[in-house]
């Protein structure tokens, strides 16, 4: 090769790359483009990726702190620090909300599915999210005592603007909520089977087979509720189901001498192996006082057990599962 083509050549690639790397669109494309080659399944999940990313780091603690602050009866005086998901995430709202809901989380999917309902609900979420997340930023650093106290007539106006605003949040997050599993699922689904044929039944498949099916349990018993057509037989079947699922692990987890991959994957086992016990646990005494006839609000209690205990394994798993799978 002329030496002398060398230059303009890099020139050209160099700039190339850069136009890429300063256009989100042609780069959402061709990203699209690559996942293509994959499968279709691949490109929807990856377009589904960050929205689901947002949903899970930011979403699903700022549930588990709002169940808390709600279990209290939403006391006045605890209202400035209710939302510190410090305790949850180790990051504070604010550094949640810009770290992984930016406006970008949505470039894909507007690519490949410009006309998703799912699109302007996401939208609607982080406009939300925002305002949220600026009011209560502080709220870490007002559980730790630190900061000028609010006078009466601040606590008053925060307490009003965190009722209304949470309303709003909720909202905007159960339609989210209600959009997203049915379309994540599928190619979740698509790419267990391509994982099992490629590599087979292995620590992997089991990890993700475990997940769809935890995930597919709450929505199931969830819908059931919101329906009123759940029945106790019904509840304690795909609780057995679960749970063989989950026994079944312990076949990997004994391997001799894993690999480095498979270390990561046996590390994500230990990881929700406390939280995993618990969910299971939550829908066992949700059919137990249910066959015994318990007053509603325990049945109600047991039911956000539920739900809470999905979401605390749920928030475990995406500690490293988000950098796997």
């Avoid at 690639?13 to 042609?26: D, E, F, I, R, Y």
Wanted: with cysteine; glycine share 4%; proline share 6%.
């Amino acid at each position: 090769m002329n030496p002398n083509w060398l230059l303009p050549i890099s020139l050209v690639l160099g700039l190339t790359l850069v136009g890429l790397a300063g256009a989100s669109k042609p780069l959402g494309r061709l990203d699209l483009w690559l996942d293509h080659q994959d499968s279709p399944s691949t490109a929807q999940a990856n377009a589904l990726a960050p929205i689901v990313n947002c949903m899970n780091q930011v979403d699903v603690p700022w549930r588990l702190a709002h169940q808390a602050f709600m279990a209290e009866g939403a006391p006045r005086a605890k209202a400035p620090e209710a939302y510190d998901l410090y305790h949850y995430s180790h990051q504070d709202i604010d550094a949640l909300y810009r770290l992984n809901c930016p406006g970008r989380i949505i470039d894909k999917l507007q690519v490949l599915a410009p006309d998703s309902p799912l699109l302007p609900a996401t939208v609607r979420y982080v406009q939300v999210l925002g305002p949220f997340a600026a009011l209560t930023k502080d709220s870490f650093v007002r559980k730790m005592g630190i900061g000028r106290p609010l006078t009466e007539a601040q606590l008053d106006e925060f307490a009003r603007q965190l009722a209304q605003q949470s309303e709003a949040y909720l909202e905007a997050s159960n339609a989210v909520r209600r959009l997203l599993p049915a379309l994540d699922i599928e190619p979740r689904s698509q790419q267990l089977l391509r994982l099992e044929q490629r590599l087979g039944r292995n620590a992997h498949w089991a990890l993700l087979d475990y997940m769809i099916q935890a995930r597919s349990t709450v929505e199931f018993v969830e819908a059931g509720v919101r329906q009123q057509s759940l029945t106790p037989d019904q509840l304690a079947q795909v609780t057995r189901q679960l749970r063989q699922t989950w026994d079944a692990r312990q076949q990997y987890l004994k391997t001799g001498q894993p690999d480095k991959n498979t270390e990561q994957v046996l590390y994500l086992w230990q990881l929700i192996a406390q939280p995993g016990e618990q969910y299971l646990k939550a829908l066992d005494t949700l059919h137990r006082d249910w066959q015994q006839h318990a007053e509603p609000q325990r049945l109600s209690d047991d039911y956000h057990a539920v739900t809470q205990g999905y979401d605390q394994m749920l928030y475990h798993y995406n500690k490293l599962a988000r950098s796997q799978y």
